[in-house]
């Protein structure tokens, strides 16, 4: 990472937190010596300040983008200068942050930019037309749970196991299980995936194991089925639960015995496949319902993965979201620059029903209708802009009304945070504010009798002992 910023205080603080993350951070002053490393350091993030001694923030970011053409770059402004952050961005830049910032904030752009460059460098080594296709699809996340998995994906991949993986629809089951094969020796062989539920029981069996020619009405000619087409590879069966009794003995003499016979057929075909399933369903209450049998259960189930909610995980919608609208822009030819902060809001207030897969749609209509650069908030489903301004979402993702703070008291709210963040130096607060130090004692006149209030309540608040 590159710090580009006069401040010392800024420069060193954000050097001394994301060094603490891992990152390897380089600090510059001014444009020319930020210029002058571009040469010998490959930056993935370049954080820059709008305002430098030597050069404009704009003529800064075009420099880098021809000089460090990776590097993903972040303009920080100051409050009063979002026309500025909005040229940045039809420049090229990847996002803005505003001073004063919070660390989170910046956590969250950073972390974005970084999830940009690793997917560039997966495209950039498969190729673009393999990076665009199904297979080539990273899992994105940065929740603890979507951590956890990826270890257990990347342990069990190696592994003959069979895995059983557990998730609400649209949560990226066959993602999953897609990276699984990836990773194991079979990769080189097919990955066929089939969804249960999709064929009637009679169809089902056919397609899964052949059917010669005659053996029903409308079978002209012979058909091998999709466990010969996936030999030596990977078989994935998405909603297990919903396969039928009869069909499920079927699967499980192919598993016991690696050889199946084709409908209408007498003659057995041995066959090698890794068999991954996956299921919405608790199947542990289908077999103590006698609607799953339980050995077939235990032949599936030697490795359990579980795929969280979208709700679970709201830290990795920007991610997601992010991800999405690069992807679906490159397909149309009309690549966007990326989320107004409103948008951003609605897309992590909404709950997700339909998980990741809800969220695709709807970047890909955004993607579709926006008319211009930045996906606004109106471009987005009406449910969502419903649900942005009436309500939020609890810990559980179930919908909440929430009170929003009037203009009035977002403006006083602010005014004193940056007074307090300034130590009281109200020439510094009003440099910040973008105001001539009359209208900051015009608005300490207004919000006084507040701050004495919030004061007041500080040195009230009960203390905790022991």
């Keep these: 990472m590159l710090v580009v910023d006069d401040d010392p205080g800024s420069s060193g603080l954000l050097r001394d937190i994301f060094q603490q993350e891992g990152y390897e951070v380089t600090l510059a002053a001014r444009g020319e010596e930020a210029l002058a490393l571009a040469p010998a350091r490959p930056f993935d993030v370049a954080l820059c300040d709008v305002q430098l001694p030597d050069m404009d923030g704009i003529e800064l970011l075009r420099r880098i983008r021809r000089e460090m053409p990776g590097a993903a770059v972040i303009m920080v402004t100051a409050f009063g200068t979002y026309e500025t952050a909005i040229k940045a961005l039809h420049e090229g830049a990847f996002d803005y942050v505003r001073k004063p910032f919070t660390l989170q904030e910046v956590r ?10 690793r997917l560039q460098r997966s495209a950039a080594a498969a190729g673009t037309a393999a990076a665009e296709s199904t297979e080539a699809r990273p899992i994105i996340g940065r929740n603890p749970a979507m951590v956890e998995l990826f270890k257990l994906v990347s ?3 190696a592994t003959k196991s069979s895995v059983l993986i557990q998730g609400d629809s649209g949560t990226g089951k066959e993602l999953i299980a897609r990276t699984i094969h990836q990773g ?3 990769s080189a062989r097919p ?20 059917h010669v020619k005659g053996a029903f ?9 999709l466990f010969v087409e996936a030999n030596h590879g990977t ?7 919903d396969m039928s009794l009869p069909m499920q003995a079927k699967l499980l003499r192919v598993l016991q015995e690696h050889e199946l016979k084709p409908v209408g057929s007498n003659e057995t075909i041995p066959v090698d496949v890794r068999m991954v399933t996956a299921t919405h369903q608790d199947l542990d209450a289908l077999v103590r319902a006698g609607r799953f049998r339980e050995d077939l259960y235990y032949r599936l189930n030697v490795v359990t993965l579980r795929v969280p909610r979208l709700a679970e995980r709201p830290e990795d919608i920007p991610l997601l979201a ?17 989320f ?18 809800e969220l695709e749609n709807v970047v890909d209509r955004a993607v579709a209708l926006a008319p211009g650069s930045i996906v606004e908030l109106t471009d987005l489903p009406d449910k969502l802009i419903v649900h942005a301004r009436t309500g939020s979402r609890d810990s559980q993702g179930r919908s909440v009304e929430i009170k929003r703070a009037t203009l009035d008291e977002t403006i006083q709210e602010y005014v004193l945070q940056v007074l307090e963040e300034v130590g009281g130096n109200k020439t510094e607060a009003a440099r910040v504010l973008g105001v001539p130090r009359r209208t900051l004692y015009r608005m300490l006149d207004r919000y006084g009798a507040v701050r004495s209030r919030r004061s007041k309540v500080r040195r009230d608040a009960p203390s905790v002992s022991n």
Excluded: K
């Excluded at 969250?108 to 460059?117: D, G, I, Q, S």
């Design 108 to 117: 969250l752009t950073v972390e974005r930019a970084m999830e940009r460059r």
């Design 155 to 157: 342990r069990v991949a």
């Design 184 to 186: 194991s020796p079979r």
């Design 191 to 210: 990955f066929v995936a089939v969804n249960v539920t999709s064929l009637s029981e009679a169809l089902l069996e056919s397609e899964l194991f052949g």
């Design 217 to 225: 009405t409308g079978a002209i000619e012979r058909r091998p089925g």
């Design 235 to 241: 078989i994935f069966l998405d909603e297990i639960g």
């Design 322 to 338: 992010e991800h999405f609208l690069r992807r679906f822009g490159a397909l149309s030819n009309r690549p966007l620059l990326g």
């Design 340 to 357: 107004s902060a409103s948008a951003m809001m609605a897309l992590q207030a909404y709950a997700w029903p339909g998980n990741v897969r």
